[in-house]
């Protein structure tokens, strides 16, 4: 029962998909609240199907993950010595394994909350957003990091679960498969997952 909650706690956070146009330092709180809140509208919605659901989520949540940055994180190292096209392709096929694995624990929804508690500011570049899913019996803490980009917003880089970090979590999986196998293999297999 606890991997299934976690499970849900990593679906739910990553109900976030890319555009990138980031949010304003001072909107942060209040615009990530209003997402949420939305989202979860929709989760309660008994009349739409999973892939109804889904496709409403991502189109509210398109534009505060930069889906760029998490996966040059989650592959470290490794990232530096892709061409650009292949830093393309894994990046695409990183969102898909993660808007697949969303669709496939939707239904683990059962009316939790999110209360978003704390912004603070790391440094110039750096803030963190404390939240916490609230269910009957548990509460479980969520925190977002945003780094600030060119143009001076603000995007989600990464998502730390009670306390572990979900792009050093990929990391550390991709880093361990490429020691025994290549990038293309790689490719291949999060290509065959999100079949």
Do not use: H
Not at 64 to 71: A, G, I, K, L, N
Not at 103 to 119: A, F, M, V
Request: charged content about 30%; overall charge positive; cysteine-free.
């Amino acid at each position: 029962m606890y991997i299934r909650k976690v499970l849900f706690l990593l679906v739910l956070s990553f109900v976030f998909v890319s555009n990138l146009y980031g949010i304003e330092e001072s909107k942060i709180k209040d615009t990530m609240q209003e997402k949420i809140d939305t989202v979860i509208e929709i989760l309660q919605q008994k009349d739409k199907s999973k892939i109804e659901k889904t496709d409403k989520i991502f189109s509210i949540m398109d534009e505060v993950f930069d889906y760029t940055v998490m996966s040059q994180i989650a592959l470290g190292k490794d990232w530096a010595s892709l061409s650009s096209d292949e830093k393309k392709k894994f990046t695409k096929l990183f969102e898909l394994k993660l808007k697949n694995s969303y669709i496939d624990k939707l239904d683990l929804y059962t009316n939790q909350k999110i209360e978003i508690n704390n912004l603070e500011k790391i440094n110039p570049k750096r803030i963190k957003l404390l939240t916490y899913l609230i269910g009957k019996d548990d509460k479980y803490e969520i925190e977002y990091k945003f780094y600030q980009n060119s143009n001076a917003d603000w995007l989600i880089y990464d998502v730390n679960i009670i306390g572990v970090s979900i792009m050093q979590t990929y990391r550390q999986q991709f880093s361990g498969y490429l020691k025994n196998n290549s990038f293309k293999e790689l490719l291949a297999s999060l290509d065959g997952s999100n079949k």
